[in-house]
């Protein structure tokens, strides 16, 4: 045996270094809902701690942990706790914690059914119960992906497999050169992550036919005209600044006339369809082929956890799959058909306990509560004088005050006081800041809090 190993072995049966850890990782916890939400200045100095050399020789696992608890924990953005608001990230649900620590011992691949049994089961039982939740059709199939960058990608890739191949192209063989041409159809208010992935896949981002949207961000539905079997419609739920979503009944309708793919990115706002008093903001998604949805948004599971559902199980394994003469095909489901990665953490495990945990009616009362809190913040800062520029229909909330330069100043002091943390964005030519309630320990407490913290950012700003 050689020294490494022998130290090595040594460290993982010595209990204590994993008592360290969860100790460390239990303070944290206990704090973090009190604590600012962004890091104070002396802690982002001290991570210059870590501009070291790599060491020649070993160095033990419980001063590694102790370095990063000591300079690490304080320098974290607190996105787990109630007052983080800044972008789309979710807080954590208990079970999906506890989960993720246990899997992170197993140390799964969840490529295929013989590398991870557990996996394999557990992504197929999950499967169902997305479709359960969404209310997609029984053929829909689910690969469980990083996060919704990637559901896209291989959402649009089993269109353009589908789309050609009704061409009698097969792109997997032929690539894209002299492939019969594929139009691009997707509302100028499209995630950005869309036009990467239209990029990544060969489309051309200077080919996409941009349909106007109105001032809420929805595509206008009456300027998508002359669909064909030919076209890949991209819509939206949950318009990454206002929330709003596209009128998916009437477009999708459209898309089932020519014969086109209707893909769907709703990362965040896809959810809106578990909860009866919202799900009227997806009416229609289910007669789409594809759709892309984050678990470690809305749902509060643990990063990263991103979810591709495609009615088109053929056209989706097809334009993912791979061979080799060492694959051990499963009895059941092997997880690499459904995903562009081979190797893949075990992701599945913390989603299926976070929905496990919650069941229909937690994840319900969950994403509802969401919506309760948005619709706190816009009537508190509207009462205190700001201006809210989009209905809030979900999650998000676009605040303007006075002009755009002093937007931008109170925000920069909403962000140097750390009560909350909020990003900013533009909209319909404003600067604006931008609030997304996306962890479930948000509290009515919290927002109130944070709408103080406007204020007396403005105070400092306009002196009133």
């Not at 190993?5 to 973090?32: A, H, N, P, T, W």
């Not at 995630?191 to 001032?215: A, C, P, Q, R």
């Not at 404003?430 to 809090?449: F, H, N, P, Q």
Request: charge should be negative; hydrophobic fraction near 40%.
């Amino acid at each position: 045996m050689s020294d490494i190993q022998e130290k090595m072995f040594k460290e993982i049966r010595d209990e204590s270094l994993f008592e360290q850890s969860k100790k460390y990782g239990v303070d944290y916890l206990l704090k973090v809902f009190d604590r600012n939400v962004y890091p104070e200045d002396s802690a982002l100095s001290n991570l210059s701690i870590f501009d070291e050399e790599l060491s020649d020789g070993f160095t033990s696992s419980k001063d590694i942990i102790e370095l990063l608890h000591k300079y690490g924990s304080p320098a974290t953005n607190t996105q787990v706790g109630g007052r983080y608001f800044g972008f789309v990230n979710g807080g954590i649900v208990p079970a999906g914690l506890a989960s993720k620590i246990l899997a992170s011992f197993w140390d799964q691949n969840s490529a295929m059914q013989v590398l991870s049994p557990i996996s394999s089961k557990l992504e197929s039982v999950v499967e169902k119960w997305l479709k359960q939740i969404f209310n997609l059709p029984e053929r829909t199939a689910a690969g469980f992906v990083s996060g919704t960058s990637m559901a896209t990608f291989c959402g649009l890739a089993a269109a353009r497999f589908r789309l050609l191949q009704r061409k009698g192209w097969n792109v997997n063989d032929k690539g894209l050169s002299g492939a019969p041409k594929i139009r691009v159809v997707a509302g100028n208010q499209a995630h950005s992550t869309v036009l990467k992935t239209i990029g990544l896949l060969g489309f051309g981002k200077d080919n996409v036919e941009w349909i106007d949207s109105d001032e809420q961000g929805r595509i206008d539905s009456g300027k998508v005209t002359d669909l064909d079997d030919n076209t890949l419609l991209i819509l939206q739920a949950g318009n990454v600044n206002s929330g709003s979503y596209d009128n998916f009944e009437e477009l999708c309708k459209k898309g089932i006339g020519a014969n086109a793919w209707v893909h769907i990115d709703g990362a965040f706002g896809l959810w809106a369809q578990a909860v009866d008093k919202l799900k009227h903001l997806t009416k229609g998604i289910e007669m789409a082929n594809s759709w892309g949805v984050d678990g470690h948004k809305t749902l509060n599971t643990p990063y990263d956890s991103g979810i591709i559902l495609c009615e088109d199980r053929e056209a989706l394994v097809s334009a993912l799959h791979m061979t080799g003469s060492y694959i051990v095909v499963g009895e059941d489901r092997d997880g690499m058909y459904y995903t562009p990665e081979m190797s893949r953490r075990a992701r599945i495990i913390e989603l299926w306990a976070t929905m496990k945990s919650l069941g229909k009616e937690g994840i319900s009362e969950m994403i509802y509560g969401l919506h309760e809190r948005a619709v706190q913040f816009a009537k508190e800062l509207k009462a205190a004088g700001f201006e809210i520029l989009n209905d809030v229909v979900f999650n998000q909330v676009l605040v303007h005050c006075k002009d755009n330069k002093t937007t931008l100043e109170i925000l920069r002091e909403i962000q140097r006081l750390r009560v909350c943390w909020c990003g900013g964005s533009k909209w319909n030519g404003k600067e604006v800041i931008r609030i997304s309630v996306c962890s479930w320990a948000t509290t009515t407490k919290d927002v109130s809090l944070s709408v103080d913290s406007f204020i007396e950012a403005r105070k400092i700003v306009t002196g009133k």
